[in-house]
């Protein structure tokens, strides 16, 4: 089985937001969510969710999703968006400040990265 988790480093916030921006705003990935999360836990007994990007919010342009983003304490962010148009492939990030890194992760590639993944992948790591 091949490695479909990556972890890629940052040099700092700014770096880690553009990039997931670069990520959720992809145009040959499908419906993408963004979820920033809180250290608090909610009556549900998930983490608290500080904002939310997805079809019914949708990702501002980068600078302003930067502007915005550094204004709120959030201990994570979790993306998702399809790789594929039926929704059947994913691809994941998930981001930590304190980590100094992201991690891309393409849950559904068993057998490896299919080449619509692995140029993305490229185009990641490439920013």
Known sequence: MRSSMFK???????HA???I???ITD??????ECTLFGDEISLSGLPEILKSYDADNPTPPCEEFIKQTKKINFSAISCVCATDPDDLRRVTLTYMP???YVTL???MAHKGLNTEEKELLKRIRGF
Do not use: M, Q, W, Y
Not at 27 to 32: A, C, H, M, Q
């Open 8 to 14: 890629i480093d940052i040099e700092d916030r700014r």
């Open 17 to 19: 937001l553009t990039l």
């Open 98 to 100: 304190d980590d100094g």
């Open 27 to 32: 145009s040959t990935l499908t419906k993408p």
């Open 105 to 107: 992760s393409f849950p």
């Open 21 to 23: 921006h670069n990520l």
